[in-house]
């Protein structure tokens, strides 16, 4: 059973960083393609951020480009968000997925919240 664990959502304000994180175990990690996706209330699920297993090369969706920068440890089968300029169009649970985004396994998610 695929387990995604995702941990770091806070409370920041508007113009802040934050980092998210996401331990991925009971796969080879190392082999699979990552996504983060994010949710707000009564919205749709919308893919965030990508990267490839080796983690060469990565891909932005939206707003996100410019702002966040995925990354992964393959060897701590970890997988991270880093997130600048925090904006009130970024307030969702963020999700890591495995593999693709719209139906790929994928962690129970942790709240990001912008305010000031």
């Known amino acids: 059973q695929v387990q995604l664990v995702e941990s770091g959502g806070d409370l920041v304000r508007p113009g802040g960083s934050l980092t998210l994180s996401c331990a991925a175990s009971r796969f080879a990690f190392s082999r699979r393609y990552m996504n983060w996706v994010r949710q707000a209330p009564g919205k749709e699920m919308e893919l965030v951020a990508g990267i490839t297993s080796d983690g060469s090369t990565t891909t932005y969706r939206g707003s996100a480009r410019g702002r966040f920068t995925i990354s992964r440890d393959n060897a701590k089968h970890m997988l991270y968000l880093q997130m600048n300029n925090q904006t009130s169009e970024d307030p969702a649970i963020y999700h890591c997925?495995?593999?693709?985004?719209?139906?790929?396994?994928r962690g129970p998610g942790t709240q990001v919240t912008v305010s000031s």
């Open positions: 997925v495995k593999d693709i985004w719209r139906t790929g396994d």
